[in-house]
C-alpha cells in the first residue's frame, strides 16, 4: 500500500499445472502496474514498467517508493533490485 492505493506489480498466469493442466494453455508473465483504492475499481498505471516480466517477486515500499527484486519460475531466475 502506499498513499492510500492498493498495488499490483507484475506476475503470471497459467502457471500452476494443478489447475490448468500439463498440457494446459502458455504461461503468460508480466512487468505491468496496476492500482486500486478499493480492489474493486482497478487504474492501469504502467504496461510495461521498468523491469522484465516475472512471476514470484518481492516488492516493499521503502521511502515512498516501492523497490522491487528476484523472482522465479523462469529458465534463469530474475536475482536484480
Known amino acids: 500500500m502506499l498513499n492510500e492505493y ?8 497459467n502457471d500452476d499445472a ?3 493442466g500439463p498440457n494446459g494453455r502458455a504461461r503468460q508473465y508480466y512487468n505491468d502496474v496496476w492500482r ?4 474493486a475499481v482497478w487504474e492501469l498505471i504502467a504496461p510495461s ?3 522484465s516480466e516475472r512471476p514470484g517477486h518481492q516488492c516493499e515500499v521503502l521511502r515512498q517508493e516501492f523497490v522491487c527484486f528476484g523472482g522465479f519460475g523462469l529458465v ?3 536475482m536484480d533490485v
Request: glycine share 20%.
Open 49 to 51: 514498467a521498468g523491469w
Open 76 to 78: 534463469e531466475n530474475p
Open 36 to 39: 486500486s483504492l478499493d480492489g
Open 18 to 20: 494443478s489447475i490448468i
Open 6 to 13: 492498493i498495488y499490483v506489480l507484475g506476475g503470471s498466469q
